[in-house]
């Protein structure tokens, strides 16, 4: 059984994470569940996993979230499951996911500690101070090294398996095709494009510095900017207009195909305070693309030879103007360090990671 609360916005990274799982076990030859208060059907059970709707308690809150764990709780009872596989709001799993820092995340937004009446917080704190788990499957080193130190969790009880990538999806098949029609339906040319491709929480991936950093370049007469993701660009509007690059930077909405985004730019950037992972860096990888990340976002641990020199350890909009300064002014840069992303993003599939996945769960005792 696979828990997840929600698992009805299929773009995000979570719930692709689970139909991995599912056609990962379905392969096995196991019977899977998929479990959550909201979900959409089609992608887990096109993955061959049967799915079940729990009823979601009408008042959001706490309450709504030990109710689910409840609900969790008693179909666990009647299924009796050989693994259980938690992606957080559940008590008892042999296996526990974690996918955000809320303490560490709270900390680095709000620069003071999370309330004690946060309802994320309340349930990761239960999760994470019982540890009612086998083993803690954490995104990153980053994510490991907090949680451990945080909650006092053995560092062999916890372990860092990276989020993989479809690569049946990123990659560079048909890519010049996609560029194209992609930078057609942006309205872009022949300009040297900057993308900052996210799920959304623009203030958590730092929109700001990138912003920022762009006023300080000394030449934007071919550079445009895009910004794809589930959040208002309101914020931001008026710095945008006051600092004239109105016609520089864009807003666009998440979509299903979001490898056009990655093969419509140039150059991919995720400036972000905090970021467990960030598995659109890694998908930017694959299909390509130089990367510009923080020191603090966990995907920038995977990066190799030149592509490291690429990591934001200050997160001043000086350092990053001058990161991107260096890839504006050279096209063969931007190609060699895409070909290099490449070869390391290919050490992070979907196959590779599930073999890691497949030899922990060994590890533990259990028979594939």
Partial sequence: MISQK??????????????????????????????????????????????????????????????????FQSLVR?????????????????????????????????????????????????????????????????????????????????????????????????????????????????????????SGNFKKRNVSLLLKALTLLEDKTNLKVIIAGKDKPDAYEEFIRDNNLSNIVTFHPSINEVEKYYHAIDIFVLPALIEEFGRSVLEAMACGKPVIVSSTVGSSEILEGESKEYVLHDLTSQELTQKISSLLKSRDLRESIGSLNIETASNYTSEKQNEKFEKMLTHLGYDF
Avoid at 176 to 192: I, P, T
């Fill in 6 to 71: 929600d698992l009805n916005a299929t773009r995000a990274g979570v719930p692709r994470k689970v139909v991995e799982e599912a056609k990962y076990f379905v392969a096995h030859g196991h019977e899977v569940y998929t479990v959550a208060e909201r979900i959409d059907p089609v992608p887990f059970e096109s993955a061959g996993a049967k799915t079940i709707k729990t009823f979601r308690w009408p008042i959001s809150g706490l309450y709504r979230r030990k109710f689910y764990n409840s609900r």
């Fill in 78 to 198: 009647k299924i009796k499951p050989d693994l259980i596989i938690g992606h957080g709001d559940i008590f008892e799993q042999d296996i526990a996911y974690i996918h955000n820092c809320v303490h560490l995340a709270y900390e680095k937004l709000n620069g003071k500690k999370i309330p004690k009446d946060h309802e994320v917080a309340i349930i990761h704190e239960k999760i994470l101070t019982e540890q009612k788990f086998k083993r803690l499957i954490c995104n990153s080193n980053m994510m490991k090294k907090d949680l451990c130190h945080r909650f006092s969790i053995p560092e062999d009880k916890a372990e860092v398996i990276y989020p993989e990538y479809n690569p049946e999806k990123f990659n560079l098949v048909n890519s010049k095709a996609n560029r194209a029609q992609m930078r057609q339906n942006l309205g872009l040319k022949d300009e040297v494009v900057i993308g900052l491709i996210t």
